[in-house]
């Protein structure tokens, strides 16, 4: 069975950092992008970083560039989400997903995910 496991949530202060960690299992991601998403309570799900299969260029939503940074280890199919500058406009739950397989192209934006962990929840508070 093929899944997505994110870690690395939890509460942090105002300034602080977080790692959000995506594990494959039963998929390998290495030919796949990989997407962050984040939904807070009452918004809409937010695609906040995309990272095509060579790792390079990756994307990010206008409200985390230059705070975020989303790389990837194959050998370890695994994608990262390094957070850093924390406040409390993050707070939501992250979910990484993977791009659908048949006929992957490895770009972002993917044309589909197919692949969805259940996400990690980040809390930014005082």
């Known amino acids: 069975q093929s899944q997505l496991e994110e870690s690395g949530g939890g509460l942090v202060q105002p300034g602080g950092s977080l790692r959000l960690s995506c594990e494959a299992s039963?998929?390998?991601?290495?030919?796949?992008?990989v997407g962050w998403f984040r939904q807070a309570p009452g918004k809409a799900r937010e695609n906040v970083a995309c990272?095509?299969?060579?790792?390079?260029?990756?994307t990010y939503a206008a409200s985390v560039k230059g705070r975020f940074t989303v790389s990837r280890d194959d050998d370890r199919n695994t994608a990262y989400l390094q957070m850093n500058n924390l406040g409390p406009e993050d707070t939501a739950i992250y979910y990484c997903?993977?791009?659908?397989?048949?006929?992957?192209?490895?770009?972002?934006?993917?044309?589909?995910?197919?692949?969805w962990g259940r996400g990690t929840q980040v809390t930014v508070s005082s």
């Open positions: 990272i095509e299969s060579d790792g390079r260029d990756p």
């Open positions: 039963g998929l390998s991601i290495d030919l796949l992008a």
């Open positions: 997903a993977a791009e659908r397989q048949l006929f992957a192209l490895g770009r972002c934006p993917p044309r589909a995910y197919d692949f």
